[in-house]
């Protein structure tokens, strides 16, 4: 199998005459972390929308794995393995976290009638999700209902319900928004307890994160890929700078 997981060619998403997503080529190493960032409008959540199939490509094509997946639908390329994180509204308020998780390995598995004849089917997967409780540091909240759990719990339990799909590539969208400095905190270790044996793309706002996590960054500005590499390159790029600042690299040595 190729060391690339995902792989986007000149990938464009217009909507109407407006080019959200201009001609992007994207390669995601299997088993990184790659980010994607950018300032405000840069095509990020269109970008997203595009590799997790909910949106339709204007032109261009993505590759998984060595096959075609353009023209897939969202719950095919799930079942192949991409998994995209469930919005916080996803969760089921009214279920424990432990409900919660163990609908999503129900999800996984396809829900049949007689399986769920099996009690000792049940148990196993009480137990499944107990596990995954735990990997997120949620065990000791299996029987709290959802809507009770603080917000940064809230995701933690939104990423056990992914992790319950078992997903080969992950997609997250902005795990951290709307986090205090502990929430942050708290989803950067768990995605990084996470990432063992899987692959991670991530839209993100916050440089902190990514900075931490992420192996291989692409930022993004008006729709086209301004930089890519390391935090350490592509943070000291003049375009990139620029490009979040608004203002040009001579302008900044004016100033310093
Ligand atoms: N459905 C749509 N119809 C028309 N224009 C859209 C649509 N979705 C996005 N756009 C436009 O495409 C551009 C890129 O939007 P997108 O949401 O992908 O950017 P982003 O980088 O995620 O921004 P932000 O950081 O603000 O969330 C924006 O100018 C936006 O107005």
Request: glycine content about 8%; aromatic content about 6%.
């Amino acid at each position: 199998m190729s060391d690339i997981i995902l792989e986007a060619r000149n990938l464009t998403k217009s909507f109407g005459g407006f080019v959200a997503v201009n001609d992007v080529n994207l390669r995601i190493e299997r088993g990184s972390i790659h980010a994607i960032i950018g300032p405000n409008g840069a095509g990020k959540t269109t970008m997203f929308n595009l590799l997790t199939k909910f949106h339709t490509p204007t032109s261009g094509s993505i590759r998984f794995n060595d096959t075609d997946i353009t023209n897939r639908k969202p719950a095919e390329i799930a079942n192949m393995g991409i998994v995209r994180s469930f919005q916080i509204s996803a969760v089921f308020p009214h279920l424990t976290a432990l409900e919660n998780v163990r609908l999503a390995l129900q999800r996984g598995l396809g829900v049949s009638y007689h399986f769920w004849r099996s009690q000792k089917m049940l148990s196993d997967l009480d137990a499944q999700a107990v596990a995954r409780l735990d990997q997120v540091g949620l065990k000791s909240y299996a029987h709290t209902r959802a809507v009770e759990l603080p917000y940064g719990r809230k995701r933690a339990l939104e990423i056990a319900t992914t992790l319950g799909l078992e997903p080969e590539l992950m997609l997250l969208d902005e795990p951290t928004q709307g986090m205090g400095t502990e929430d942050v905190g708290a989803v950067t270790e768990l995605i990084s307890r996470v990432r063992e044996g899987r692959t991670i793309v991530m839209v993100e706002h916050n440089l902190g994160v990514v900075a931490e996590l992420a192996d291989t960054i692409t930022v993004l500005a008006r729709g086209e890929v301004l930089a890519e590499g390391p935090y350490s390159e592509v943070s000291r790029n003049p375009q990139v700078m620029e490009a979040y600042m608004g203002v040009s690299a001579e302008e900044q040595e004016e100033e310093a």
